[in-house]
Structures are given as structure tokens and as C-alpha cells.
């Protein structure tokens, strides 16, 4: 089936550092959404993006949807402990209502002591 | 408000088993989709359930079946079980389906043995 591809796959930074992750696609898509999942938790949105060329921020997280609306990028600005988790892109397939989620793999987020 | 709440929290069940999972959406909500999460495999989707109708089926087996009733609560049920089944399984609620309104439970850890 359809898959985004979202890399990296991990990342070790220090607290404070910036944090740059990337999603891509062999299709069109009209909407990237990132989601962070903690622990035992489900996956909670942060920032949808619905316009090539968006550039939209929630914090100290930023994301763009980019101008060939096959690829999304997220950006963590000055990283903390609690940034650690597993961050996760994902954009409809389908029309209006008849529509699935495709979900990149997920980038984990480690933070170095 | 309440959140999405699933139940239960961990199963361990054997090969050839069935199993029924329950997620009970936050109310209001009529949507309910059903995701599969196996580690470095992201989220498949599965099914979703709007106002009692299964509107969106994944690529799964016929195994794997749902349900959704008048309160909006769904099931889904996992027959013949294969160890391949063993997953974070995750409902998520909406009002009416929307891409960027879809709120998680924290899943069912399913374990077959």
C-alpha cells in the first residue's frame, strides 16, 4: 500500500539542540499532519498543514508543507527532556469523507543525558 | 471532557483465539477509527465506523472486523488469532471524520502467544 517515508528513523541530540525531521511521498497528498506519541499513550496531534508552501508553528515546533506537496518537514526549536517520544507524519488518502490516514514509521527522539 | 477510553489496557491471548477489543469515543463524537501499531511500522488503519456504518476499510483480513453502536462505542473483533497479531491496538474519535480532529485512546496491547 501507500507509505510515507519519514526519516530519520531515531535521533540522539542534547538538550537545547535543534531538531529537523522529514516526510515524503511518492503522491500528492492535500493535508500533512505531524503526531507525537509518548509512552503508553496514543498519537497527539501538533500541527496539521493543508496549503503548499505553509509554514505553520505551535510553540517551539514548526512544520512546512512543501511546495510539491509530496514532502512535510518538523522542526523542535531548543530542545527539552519532555520533546522526547516518537513524532509521526500522516496525510489523507482519499476524498472528503471516503479517506485513510497514511502514517509514516516515526522518528524517535532521544535526548543524550 | 472525558478522553477516548479503551478497554482492555492489555490482553494476552493464544494463537487460534478471538478477541474484542472496546473503545468508547468522547461524547459527541461519531466517528471511530480503528489503527494497528507494530513497532517500526507506524499505524495502519484498519476501519472506521461513522454513526453505526463501517464508511472506510483498511487492507486487512476479513479477520478482523468492527462494530459500532448507537452510543457510538465500537468494537472490533480479532478472530483465529496469529502470533502476527500481537500490536498496540488504537482507536481514534471525531466529531464527523475529520483529518485534523481525530483524538486517541491509549490502546490495547494485544499479545498472542
Known amino acids: 500500500g501507500q507509505q510515507l517515508n519519514q526519516s530519520p528513523q531515531s535521533m540522539f541530540i542534547q538538550e537545547g539542540e535543534d531538531v529537523s525531521m522529514n516526510c515524503t511521498s511518492s503522491s500528492i497528498f492535500n493535508t500533512w499532519l505531524w503526531y507525537k506519541q509518548d509512552p503508553g499513550e496514543g498519537p497527539v496531534l501538533l500541527i496539521a498543514l493543508y496549503k503548499a508552501g505553509e509554514l505553520t508553528s505551535n510553540g517551539r515546533l514548526t512544520a512546512q508543507f512543501g511546495i510539491t506537496r509530496k514532502d512535510s518537514f518538523l522542526n523542535i526549536s531548543a530542545s527539552i527532556p519532555s520533546d522526547v517520544g516518537i513524532y509521526f507524519c500522516a496525510g489523507p488518502n482519499g476524498v472528503d469523507s471516503n479517506y485513510q490516514l497514511i502514517w509514516g514509521a516515526g522518528t524517535k527522539l532521544i535526548i543524550k543525558p | 471532557k472525558a478522553g477516548v477510553t479503551q478497554t482492555p489496557r492489555y490482553l494476552i491471548k493464544t494463537r487460534g483465539q478471538q478477541v474484542t477489543l472496546s473503545c468508547s469515543p468522547i461524547?459527541?463524537?461519531?466517528?471511530v477509527s480503528w489503527y494497528q501499531q507494530t513497532p517500526g511500522q507506524g499505524l495502519q488503519f484498519l476501519f472506521e465506523y461513522f454513526s453505526e456504518t463501517q464508511r472506510n476499510k483498511g487492507n486487512f483480513p476479513g479477520r478482523f472486523s468492527g462494530r459500532q453502536f448507537s452510543n457510538s462505542r465500537s468494537e472490533m473483533n480479532v478472530s483465529t488469532l496469529e502470533l502476527g497479531d500481537s500490536a498496540l491496538y488504537l482507536c481514534a474519535s471525531s466529531l464527523a471524520g475529520g483529518v485534523s480532529e481525530q483524538y486517541f485512546g491509549p490502546g490495547t496491547r494485544l499479545t498472542v502467544t
Open positions: 461524547s459527541g463524537h461519531r466517528s
